[in-house]
C-alpha cells in the first residue's frame, strides 16, 4: 500500500515517536523512509551589517543539529531492514518544506509529530501538523508524542 514514507524530524521526542510509528509500517508494507529536516536558511533578515557572519553562524549550528537529528534516525532504524534516506531541507516554512520534499521523494505517507499545543500557545508558535494536514496531498499520520500537552 505505501512505498515511501516520509518522516520530518526536529530531534524532539515526539518526532523520534513519528519514527517509531513509521519504522512498524515500513515493515509492514515493506516501504522505504526518508527521514527530513527542515531548516530556515534565513532567519535573520534585515537584522543590519553583521547579518553576513550571523548567517553563518546560524546555517553551521542548524545543519550540525539537523545532522544529530538525522543521525538518530539512522541509529534507530539500524538493523530493521528498511532502507532510510535522509535530507537537510531549506525552507522558510517548515511546512511548505514537509510538503515540497513529500512530492520530491514521491513519498505517499506523511508520518510526523505533534507537539499537542493549543490554546495561546498554538496560536502564537503556530501549528506545522496542522498546516501539512491542511495543504498534503497524499495521506498524514500524525502521532502524539511525549510531550503532548493535557
Given amino acids: 500500500m505505501f512505498k515511501n514514507i516520509l518522516v520530518p524530524v526536529d530531534g524532539s521526542p515526539t518526532s523520534l515517536s513519528a519514527v517509531g510509528t513509521a519504522a512498524a509500517m515500513a515493515a509492514a508494507f515493506g516501504a522505504s523512509i526518508t527521514a527530513i529536516y527542515v531548516i530556515?536558511?534565513?532567519?535573520?533578515?534585515?537584522?543590519?551589517?553583521?547579518?553576513?557572519?550571523?548567517?553563518?553562524?546560524?546555517?553551521?549550528?542548524?545543519?550540525?543539529?539537523?545532522?544529530?537529528?538525522?543521525?538518530?534516525?539512522?541509529?534507530?532504524?539500524?538493523?530493521?531492514?528498511?532502507?532510510?534516506?535522509?535530507?537537510?531541507?531549506?525552507?522558510?516554512?517548515?511546512?511548505?518544506?514537509?510538503l515540497d520534499a513529500a512530492e520530491e521523494a514521491k513519498a505517499d505517507l506523511i508520518v510526523m509529530g505533534s507537539h499537542g499545543r493549543r490554546g495561546l500557545e498554538k496560536l502564537v508558535l503556530g501549528s506545522v501538523a496542522q498546516r501539512v494536514l491542511t495543504n498534503a496531498k497524499v495521506p498524514v499520520l500524525v502521532v502524539q508524542g511525549a510531550e503532548k500537552l493535557d
Fill in 40 to 98: 530556515d536558511p534565513y532567519p535573520f533578515t534585515g537584522v543590519g551589517a553583521d547579518f553576513a557572519y550571523g548567517q553563518d553562524q546560524y546555517l553551521k549550528a542548524a545543519h550540525a543539529e539537523a545532522d544529530s537529528a538525522l543521525g538518530a534516525v539512522t541509529k534507530r532504524l539500524d538493523g530493521s531492514g528498511t532502507v532510510v534516506n535522509t535530507r537537510i531541507i531549506e525552507s522558510h516554512t517548515p511546512w511548505r518544506g514537509i
